[in-house]
């Protein structure tokens, strides 16, 4: 099994302070992508990113995928309460490769108070 | 929003019965998955398929089956419910960019709980 395993799996944090969701493997992946689910809702698709060393933002978040592409991290900057949710991490799931199919993280719960 | 659709969206049942949740899509979607969400495991892949008539198993495919009849609809039966199949699921859809890279919609989830 193609495992991906996230880090840490709750983070509970204060408005304003930084954190750092990290996603691994021991093998190699030709994308990953990370997801946001709010609860009672689906996950909903934040960033891919495809190339080694891709650094990706969208407003206070950044993602980057590791040179040898079997890692990848998230960074928040000033979180706020808006941001508290889910945050998973997917890769592609085995053969055949273009079925789309999703191997999941098992997700990182924050929550970040006012 | 890719139109997707989830009934019902609660369901409490027993062990031993059957069960279908259905899948919605508005927008002729090829693609489409059946997930499960526990705590501790993230999203696992039950079956999905590639067109009307076409699926296939995913990771944790014991205990459920698919039908595709029409593009839009992606059934997901539980031929007889047992306990640990308690769990929130997810109906997806891929849509394919140009670039051969997709992106997956979720729907809004179904909480199934067997008693």
């Known amino acids: 099994t193609q495992l991906l395993e996230q880090s840490p799996q709750f983070l509970s944090i204060q408005e304003g302070e930084n954190l750092t969701v990290y996603c691994n493997s021991s093998s190699v992946f030709s994308s990953l992508q990370w997801y946001r689910q709010e609860p009672g809702e689906g996950p909903v698709l934040l960033v891919t990113v495809v190339t080694g060393g891709e650094v990706k933002k969208l407003k206070r978040l950044t993602f980057q995928f590791g040179d040898a592409r079997k890692d990848s991290s998230l960074h928040i900057t000033a979180a706020q309460p808006g941001d508290t949710g889910l945050y998973l991490c997917?890769?592609?799931?085995?053969?055949?490769?273009?079925?789309?199919?999703?191997?999941f993280g098992q997700g990182t719960t924050l929550q970040v108070k006012p | 929003d890719a139109g997707i659709t989830q009934s019902p969206r609660h369901k409490v049942t027993e062990t031993g019965t059957p069960v279908t949740l259905r899948c919605h899509q508005t927008?002729?979607?090829?693609?489409m998955y059946w997930y499960r969400q526990d705590p501790g495991h993230g999203l696992r892949l039950i079956h999905y398929s590639y067109g009307v008539k076409d699926t296939d198993k995913g990771e944790v495919s014991d205990g459920y089956s698919v039908s595709r009849s029409k593009t839009e609809d992606f059934l997901l039966t539980l031929e007889s419910a047992t306990s640990s199949q308690t769990s929130v699921y997810f109906c997806a859809i891929s849509e394919w960019a140009s670039g051969g890279t997709d992106t997956q919609y979720f729907g809004p989830g179904t909480r199934l709980t067997v008693l």
């Open positions: 997917a890769r592609r799931g085995g053969l055949p490769s273009n079925t789309g199919k999703l191997i």
């Open positions: 927008e002729n979607h090829r693609y």
